[in-house]
């Protein structure tokens, strides 16, 4: 397809609508979304459960069995919520930790030591509140439920009470609470589980053994797998053993990596095959090219986390947050000590561990270790790591029942609403700071993973705008693409700003589906051995339809060139070694597709409309202040 037909194809659009995203940005805009839908479910349960107790009750302890023959699942309506959907969001919380491990921040290994701590602390420090609170009593049993941060709700209160919180702060606090749900699951596993069952723990154990040999072999093939996981779940429920460990681990299994441009490749060479023969043969071969382009774990995690935000997890506080709400009630839960430890865990528990932990790490290491965020930032996620909606509850259910459940329930609940409110006053404190100090709370001083592999270097660069700014943002892009000549305007207006940018194109002619960019980016190397590479750069996104070799040597004269010269040096490919220098860093980072943006070495995830690079472009700038 030319790159004629692509800008026909897309005329029209702005580049407000082309949006590179990630994973972990998706993550965290659906976890924003899903938040008001999960308040929704719990204000349902809460009516429900009031103005018909009978009816709550009696609907979710409804038994619902699955037989084969002689065999089967007998479980009621709350326990296939609690341990069978609730899998998928344990599932989802894993290929997000993988993600992190693979190919973000924690890809760095030294990078886990702070969140490992801080996680750990964050659950050690709730639970002996708790147990003092408790000491002596029979409830003392149930200190599991005032430990654990709800990662979904945790992060979607956050978004509406933390708005122009830094996102490493949202990246730490998703580390921590992937710690927080892993120490979860084993104190599931080994303390609130029921008698185990040895025959059946040697099948889990044998059936995540094939697992393993599988994903070592290679195969990719989706059945395959959810057969495994199904046979891995019940498994662990006949043995005792809470099966929702299974959503984690396997997402923890599940490889991230970036698509490789070979893959890419690949890909659009079968789709031009099906587009010369459109059968039913080469559409099933189409579909699988671009599906193993993309990693199994982006794959799934597209597939699965709307799901689990917008009806797994509701339909969880749906079954489980419902508690009598009456002035007798409430008067007794609020002298319970049940109520009172969790409440006193997780409102000064959390954010006492957190912060503490994070602190004693970044002096221990002299600091070398630091979190993501400035300790202000770092103080607001300990606060609202204080919502333990989900795991708390689910972790009372198993630990208590009657009336101690039902203080449990308004311990946590009570702890949601107090979070947030702690961590709303923190952010005002924060903000309430002179600029220079509250930078410096909200982006701390921790050196962030540089993404791009050759650094910017102007004695070769292809460079616009002041050498001595303090923001430089590199574009890899090519001259045929639609997308780069729609970013094009937007990064005109920041150079255009106050100076303080400076702009790098590198090449990366994509020739599977351009066919003109790679003569094209020649020609702008050509023209800069005319000192013309600028306006050359200019004319080539300007007039991206028509790139031929004619088209060249007519914007050569445009330019004001030599033509002769130019011709000649086009002919004989003299700039083709400069384009491979940048195809080769553009393979050194990782980038596959265009245009790719790095803002001060750190690669720009999001849109690039004048609203995303701005925001990215002042977030380096403040950095550079502060450090």
Same mark, same amino acid.
């Given at each position: 397809?030319?790159? &004629? ?9 702005? +580049?407000? !609508? ?36 009978? /009816?709550?009750?009696?609907?979710? =302890? ?11 699942? =007998? ?26 491990? =693979? ?6 290994? /030294? ?7 801080? !996680? ?6 709730? *639970? ?31 978004? %509406? ?16 609470? *992937? ?24 099948? +889990? ?92 774990? =982006? ?17 969880? #506080? ?20 049940? $109520?009172?430890?969790?409440?006193? +865990? ?11 932990? #994070? ?50 329930? $308004?311990? %946590? ?16 404190? %924060? ?16 050196? /962030? ?21 303090? %923001? ?43 066919? &003109? ?28 339809? +028509? ?23 086009? @002919?004989?490919?003299?700039?083709? !070694? @400069? ?41 380096? @700038? ?6």
């Amino acid at each position: 397809m030319s790159g &004629h037909a692509f800008r026909e194809g897309y005329s029209g659009q702005t +580049a407000r !609508g082309a949006e590179l995203h990630t994973p972990l940005r998706d993550f965290l805009r659906t976890e924003t979304g899903s938040a008001a839908v999960l308040v929704a479910a719990a204000l349902a349960a809460l009516v429900w459960a009031n103005a018909a107790p009978g /009816s709550y009750t009696g609907f979710w =302890d409804t038994h619902l069995a699955l037989r084969l023959g002689s065999r089967g699942i =007998d479980l009621t309506l709350r326990g296939w919520v609690n341990s069978g959907l609730m899998t998928l969001f344990f599932l989802v919380v894993g290929l997000e930790a993988r993600r992190e491990f =693979d190919m973000g921040e924690l890809r760095e290994r /030294s990078r886990l030591a702070l969140p490992l701590v801080a !996680g750990v602390c964050g659950m050690a420090v709730p *639970v002996a509140i708790y147990l003092a609170v408790n000491a002596g009593e029979a409830t003392a049993h149930g200190w599991g439920a005032a430990m654990s941060t709800d990662t979904a709700f945790a992060l979607g209160l956050l978004a %509406v009470v933390g708005r122009g919180m830094p996102s490493g702060l949202r990246i730490f606090l998703l580390t921590v609470s *992937v710690v927080d749900d892993f120490v979860a699951l084993v104190v599931i596993a080994v303390v609130y589980s029921g008698r185990l069952s040895l025959p059946a723990l040697l099948t +889990a154990a044998a059936t995540l053994g094939a697992i393993l040999l599988v994903r070592a072999a290679g195969l990719r093939h989706p059945a395959g797998y959810a057969l495994l996981a199904a046979v891995l779940w019940v498994a662990l429920l006949e043995s005792g053993i809470d099966p929702i460990a299974t959503g984690l681990v396997l997402g923890l299994l599940t490889f991230a990596y970036p698509a490789a441009r070979s893959d890419l490749e690949r890909a659009s060479g079968l789709f031009r095959l099906f587009r010369e023969q459109p059968t039913p043969e080469l559409e099933r071969s189409v579909r699988l090219g671009l599906a193993s382009a993309i990693s199994p774990n =982006d794959r799934l995690q597209r597939l699965l986390h709307p799901w689990t935000s917008y009806a797994v997890v509701p339909l969880f #506080a749906l079954a489980n947050a419902g508690i009598r709400l009456g002035g007798e009630e409430l008067a007794h839960a609020f002298t319970s000590p049940v $109520t009172l430890g969790i409440l006193g +865990a997780f409102v000064l528990g959390k954010p006492a561990g957190i912060v503490t932990a #994070a602190a004693l790490t970044t002096a221990v290491s002299r600091g070398r270790l630091r979190p993501p965020a400035g300790w202000g930032a770092v103080t607001a996620g300990g606060t609202i790591a204080g919502v333990g909606f989900t795991v708390s509850l689910l972790i009372a259910t198993l630990a208590f029942s009657g009336r101690h459940l039902e203080e449990a329930k $308004t311990g %946590v609940l009570s702890a949601v609403v107090g979070s947030a409110i702690t961590t709303w006053l923190v952010i005002r404190l %924060v903000r309430a700071l002179p600029k220079r100090t509250r930078l410096r709370a909200l982006l701390g001083r921790a050196e /962030s993973i540089v993404d791009l592999a050759v650094p910017v270097d102007p004695a070769r660069d292809r460079i616009r705008g002041p050498q001595a700014a303090t %923001v430089t943002v590199v574009e890899y892009g090519d001259f045929e693409c639609p997308y780069c000549g729609l970013a094009e305007p937007v990064v005109r207006a920041l150079l255009e700003g106050d100076g303080e940018v400076r702009y790098v194109w590198r090449h990366l002619p994509l020739t599977d589906v351009h066919p &003109h960019a790679q003569l094209a980016a020649e020609a702008a190397e050509a023209a800069a051995r005319q000192d013309g590479y600028w306006p050359m750069h200019d004319l080539l996104l300007e007039h991206q339809g +028509a790139l031929t070799a004619t088209d060249l040597l007519g914007y050569a004269e445009e330019a004001g060139l030599d033509v002769p010269r130019f011709h000649r040096d086009l @002919r004989t490919h003299a700039g083709a !070694g @400069r384009v491979a220098e940048d195809v080769e860093s553009a393979d050194l980072s990782g980038v596959s597709g265009t245009p790719t943006f790095f803002v001060n070495g750190l690669r720009h995830h999001g849109a690039y409309d004048m609203a995303g690079l701005t925001t990215a472009v002042r977030t380096a @700038r403040a950095r550079a202040v502060v450090r």
